[in-house]
């Protein structure tokens, strides 16, 4: 089946610094991917879409210039937390759509960001 | 964009017993997904409805898609600690995006 990795597992890094989270698709192209945000016992809240060789589209209320997104290829998205506070501590996860809407979504393992 | 509401938000049942958790719009649903997802990993999907009426069976879970497609619930029979868990109801919306209800977060106790 797809499979989705997310590097790193976790991070922490000191504020004021940036992060970058990278997401491949392993054995199958994605032309879009999505990227998530969970804070301790919430659900996840879409921040983007990233689209391969196109600008990532955000939700309302997402700092596009604080969250970058880049989609380079058609296995890789990355997500680069610019100039880290300690209010961006928390798990991020990048997903996926299957083949056929039945497949639903291939989750990475997500990215747990601790900001110091 | 199409709000989902899931109930209860917490659950806290002993080993054996049984629960359902509830999945409601105010607006159709054209599919209704269900992922569990446990601490520090991603979600991952249990299973996916389409027609209104339908209901799929996973072992002890039991997946109920209304007749209107407005709501959906989520059945787990004898419950194991192995249960224990987050679990979310999701819904496409335009542009493929996935939204997630608020989820359930399950403990089930030995």
């Known amino acids: 089946g797809a499979v989705v990795s997310q590097h790193p597992s976790w991070v922490i890094c000191k504020s004021g610094t940036s992060v970058k989270i990278e997401c491949r698709s392993l054995?199958?192209?994605?032309?879009?991917m999505f990227w998530y945000r969970q804070f301790p016992k919430q659900s996840l809240m879409l921040m983007a879409t990233s689209n391969e060789g196109s600008k990532a589209t955000y939700e309302q209320g997402v700092e596009k210039d604080k969250f970058l997104i880049n989609h380079a290829s058609l296995t890789l998205s990355t997500l680069t937390v610019t100039s880290a506070h300690p209010e961006d501590s928390s798990f991020y996860i990048c997903s996926a759509p299957g083949l056929a809407i039945n497949y639903g979504y291939t989750f990475g393992s997500g990215t747990r960001l601790t900001v110091v | 964009t199409q709000l989902l509401e899931q109930s209860p938000q917490f659950l806290s049942i002993q080993e054996g017993e049984n629960l359902t958790v509830y999945c409601n719009s105010s607006s159709v649903f054209s599919s209704l997904q269900w992922y569990r997802q446990e601490p520090g990993e991603g979600p991952v999907l249990l299973v996916t409805?389409?027609?209104?009426?339908e209901v799929k069976k996973l072992k002890r879970l039991t997946f109920q898609f209304g007749d209107a497609r407005k709501d959906s619930s989520l059945h787990i029979t004898a419950a194991q600690p192995g249960d224990t868990g987050l679990y979310l109801c999701a819904s496409h919306n335009a542009g493929n995006m996935l939204t997630f209800g608020g989820g359930t977060r399950l403990m089930v106790k030995p």
């Open positions: 054995d199958f192209q994605a032309t879009t």
């Open positions: 409805v389409v027609t209104g009426g």
